[in-house]
């Protein structure tokens, strides 16, 4: 299936594709969008590979950063007012912008597949039990054709095989890099990273 057979329309939403895209495309610089775009290829490929819906697969990669450039403080609004974690408040929108999305895949887009909104609310941080959609989309993030980061070779052939070991790596690799790089990490992370692990090692008792 080639993008431009995606509809949408009935099945997930009553937005169109070229809709979609002219509203993504409003919320972010050119460089962010040309990301998305790069991301709903990897995503649409990963789909087919493991037996994804791939239409729900495309719609969250295009909508997954859809408020990554959005105004902090409008942000912490909506995670107040929707009662969403507050901790998330405090990492900029690098937190937020999942479930925040999620919240405007949901409000504005009409979306109400669960798998679609968990899928991008989990994004950035993963979580501990994650659907097929959610994976594709996690990992599609990840290794998309731009990325270029030193270890995305290896994510790429790990994702060829498994996607629980390519998200495993990519949870793993994470928190290496937000230690080494003295930032913070949100509860969320540790979590996420823990339930992993003890799967992991559980596995190879
Ligand atoms: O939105 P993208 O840039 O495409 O990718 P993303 O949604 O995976 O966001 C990645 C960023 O989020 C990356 O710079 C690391 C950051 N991040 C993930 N978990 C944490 C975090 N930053 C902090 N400070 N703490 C976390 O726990
Ligand atoms: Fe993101
Ligand atoms: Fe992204």
Not at 19 to 45: D, G, N, T, W, Y
Request: charged share 25%; hydrophobic share 40%.
């Amino acid at each position: 299936m080639t993008k431009t057979e995606l509809a949408y329309t009935g099945i997930y939403t009553d937005w169109t594709r070229e809709a979609i895209l002219a509203e993504v495309e409003k919320q972010m610089k050119p460089s962010r969008f040309q990301h998305v775009l790069r991301v709903e290829a990897c995503s649409i490929q990963l789909a087919e590979k493991y037996g994804a819906a791939v239409e729900a697969c495309s719609l969250a990669a295009l909508l997954h950063d859809f408020s990554k450039e959005h105004d902090p403080e409008s942000m912490k609004a909506i995670v107040l007012s929707e009662g969403m974690d507050s901790e998330m408040t405090g990492y900029g929108s690098e937190i937020m912008h999942g479930p925040v999305g999620a919240y405007y895949a949901k409000t504005l887009f009409g979306i109400t597949d669960e798998a679609i909104l968990g899928a991008i609310r989990q994004h950035t941080i993963g979580g501990e039990t994650m659907t097929l959609i959610g994976k594709v989309l996690f990992i599609a993030d990840y290794i998309e054709s731009g990325r270029a980061f030193k270890g995305v070779d290896e994510a790429r052939r790990l994702a060829a095989d498994s996607l629980d070991e390519a998200a495993y790596f990519k949870i793993e690799k994470t928190i290496i890099h937000l230690v080494k790089k003295e930032l913070p990490i949100y509860t969320g992370t540790i979590y996420v990273y823990n339930s992993w692990i003890q799967r992991k090692v559980g596995k190879s008792e």
